[in-house]
């Protein structure tokens, strides 16, 4: 049984041969929609942070190569560390040329060096402005003419303004052999050049959005497409933190993106069945063989099946959550109950709402509370309504207490099924039930489990990032 997920495959042959959430549809569609563009396009590929972009990236980014359209990925967060974005962007253009096999390589070379050497220029344009600022501020100012000052400012005034032609001719120039580097890449097989840039929502708020702009600004030319990968919601927060809580985030991205493609949503179950596999839970799982533990397995899957659908889990958090799994079970025997309905509702819990989980370890937070947060969940009553629902809140109700002796903890329940004002059959049944259970965890050893269940995840969450 494995501790950690490994990342995934992604054969050269057949990149989607792993697709657990069947994006493969995504990116045939995707790629027909590049192939039939000239014009240059920046489009964003979005999803919420954790729901497997960079994934299906780096799947799509080897499934257009293997279509021969030229794609450059470029991971704007472990390029965060630059100063300058657009000398990273184009650097990465650069990059990507000494692995082009093509047939007109030396033209295509020969034009992105032009481009780079006046891009270069527009970059080193402000320096000369910058260092005579700077020196200005380290004179002593008493010791300064007013004609002095009056004369340095007339010099950097003028400055700016030359300076400010020349950057407007070089972008033009920049851009025209830009455009034909991009041309010559296309006359290949007349597709476009494919620039991805991934996780840019994880980037320091500046970085973001100077990339999101020189991008558009630079690199705006025919057969040049930009693919964003990025939580646009995540990216607004970052754009209201440079320019303030005020701006129109949608207006502003609208100058930058001109299409999104919303990833699809996963089949509920999907990843999380994929998970056991890559972890091995059914080597530990099939081990169990008594009465008390022989479905522990089917348990844990199904509940968190349906308390990662409930909660809205990222396919991080829900990796996140079968690592705290598998180290729990590293220390639990195969003879040992486990409790998996409750224990995934602790580890998810502590994954998904940790204030919550912390309430609940202090003993801030009641079973009963507990019990009513769960139940205040949209979607909830399928969950509660289930067998395994009845077991949950049967381990919920008991989770504090040691020994059944006709604790009050059934109190509610046999209230419920002796008063004669309650006349849904439907609801004394269920509470005939449950108080059926907890006489079972009593006999089981069920009871009190939260303290046992509490440090095998605490000792698991030490070895987890």
Not at 168 to 190: G, H, P, T
Request: aromatic letters at 10%; hydrophobic letters at 40%.
């Amino acid at each position: 049984m494995q501790l950690k997920n490994k990342c995934i495959e992604i054969p050269e042959d057949f990149p989607f041969q792993h697709d657990i959430l069947n994006r493969g549809e995504s990116a045939e569609v995707l790629t027909e929609f590049v192939n039939s563009t000239k014009e240059p396009l920046v489009l964003c590929i979005d999803a919420p942070w954790g729901q497997g972009k960079t994934t299906f990236l780096t799947m799509w980014k080897q499934y257009l190569k293997n279509n021969e359209v030229q794609t450059i990925y470029y991971n704007a967060w472990e390029n965060d560390f630059t100063d300058d974005a657009f000398i990273s962007l184009l650097g990465e253009i650069g990059s990507a040329i000494e692995g082009y096999s093509l047939e007109a390589e030396g033209k295509t070379k020969q034009y992105y060096n032009k481009a780079k050497k006046i891009g270069l220029g527009l970059v080193k344009r402000s320096v000369p402005i910058a260092a005579k600022v700077a020196t200005a501020g380290a004179l002593d100012l008493d010791k300064i003419t007013e004609q002095a000052l009056s004369s340095l400012a007339e010099i950097i005034a003028k400055e700016k303004i030359e300076n400010y032609e020349k950057s407007k001719k070089s972008l033009k120039e920049f851009r025209k052999e830009l455009s034909s580097f991009a041309n010559e890449l296309a006359k290949k097989n007349n597709k476009p050049l494919v620039f991805i840039i991934d996780e840019l929502d994880r980037c320091r708020p500046n970085f973001s959005i100077e990339i999101l702009e020189k991008a558009k600004h630079f690199f705006n030319v025919e057969n040049i497409i930009f693919v964003l990968g990025a939580d646009k919601t995540q990216l607004g927060h970052s754009i209201k933190s440079v320019y303030g809580s005020e701006i129109d985030v949608n207006g502003y991205l609208r100058r930058f993106i001109d299409l999104d493609y919303l990833l699809p949503k996963p089949e509920k179950g999907a990843f999380v069945k994929s998970l056991f596999i890559k972890f091995s839970f059914e080597d530990y799982f099939s081990s169990k063989n008594n009465d008390a533990t022989r479905y522990e397995g089917e348990q844990t899957l199904s509940m968190f099946i349906e308390l990662f659908d409930l909660l809205k889990l990222s396919l991080r958090e829900q990796e996140q959550c079968c690592s705290i799994l598998s180290l729990a079970i590293k220390t639990t025997s195969k003879n040992q109950q486990l409790h998996p309905l409750f224990l995934c509702l602790l580890i998810v819990l502590k994954i998904k709402e940790p204030s919550f989980y912390k309430s609940l370890v202090l003993g801030d937070t009641t079973p009963k509370e507990l019990l009513s947060y769960i139940e205040n969940l949209h979607g909830s009553d399928k969950l509660l309504s289930s067998n395994y629902g009845f077991v949950l809140e049967a381990y919920i109700m008991t989770c504090k207490i040691k020994h059944y002796n006709g604790d009050n903890v059934i109190d509610d329940y046999q209230k419920v099924i002796d008063s004669p004002e309650v006349l849904n059959n439907v609801l004394k049944a269920r509470a005939t039930r449950i108080i059926k259970i907890i006489n079972n965890l009593d006999y089981e050893g069920g009871l009190g489990s939260l303290s046992f269940l509490i440090k095998k995840i605490e000792i698991a969450t030490r070895f987890v990032n």
